[in-house]
């Protein structure tokens, strides 16, 4: 979900149409940090494990929903709801894959030693499954989840993908801020210009 909300808020870095994502320095932190659209980017980077609950018992976790098939319709539903509320449809969309796609890096990167190994992050196109070997990070483990070594296991996965990713959130979210906050001055000043 940290990579997730990183990514709305690093799209917010780029130039374009985005004064829709600036707040007062008096709004709710809700409202400062995005409003919905940042929550439902953290959302969508958690959401390709929804397969563990469906498909889980078939030897489907890390397929269908791990890859670039399912990026790219999560692209074209955001587009679609973009132009349903009237926003900027290539940002959202984009904005809303990315995050969706952080998930199948981080699952790329990080430690895998049951077969098959990686995901299958080229479907529709390839059933063939990718790993970086890099093992950026820990092996997480589903099976006996409630025994002591495997929730121990799990914590520590936990805890270093926040150690890696907090840092980069919190940076990026300090940098929206001035960003933004230069961004409504300048069109304050627009406004005020033209009276």
């Known amino acids: 979900m940290l990579a997730g909300v990183a990514t709305a808020w690093a799209a917010d870095l780029v130039p374009g149409r985005r004064t829709w994502r600036t707040a007062p320095s008096t709004a709710s932190w809700y409202e400062r940090a995005g409003n919905g659209l940042t929550l439902a980017c953290g959302v969508l980077a958690a959401a390709p494990d929804i397969d563990i609950l469906f498909l889980s018992h078939f030897n489907g976790h890390r397929t269908i929903t791990h890859s670039i098939g399912a990026v790219f319709f999560v692209g074209l539903f955001a587009a679609a709801m973009a132009a349903k509320s009237r926003r900027p449809i290539a940002r959202v969309a984009l904005m809303c894959a990315a995050a969706y796609g952080t998930h199948l890096l981080l699952d790329w990167l990080g430690a895998d030693n049951f077969p098959p190994r990686g995901l ?9 499954w990718y790993i970086s070997d890099l093992d950026v990070f820990r092996q997480t483990a589903r099976r006996h989840i409630a025994s002591g070594p495997i ?10 993908e926040i ?12 940098v929206r801020v001035k960003a ?3 961004l409504a001055s300048e069109m304050a000043g627009r406004d005020h210009a033209a009276q």
């Open 120 to 128: 299958q992050a080229l479907w529709p196109f390839t059933r063939e």
């Open 151 to 160: 929730m121990r296991q799990n914590a520590l996965a936990i805890v270093q």
């Open 163 to 174: 150690a890696v990713l907090l840092p980069i959130a919190v940076g990026l979210w300090l």
């Open 180 to 182: 933004l906050a230069r």
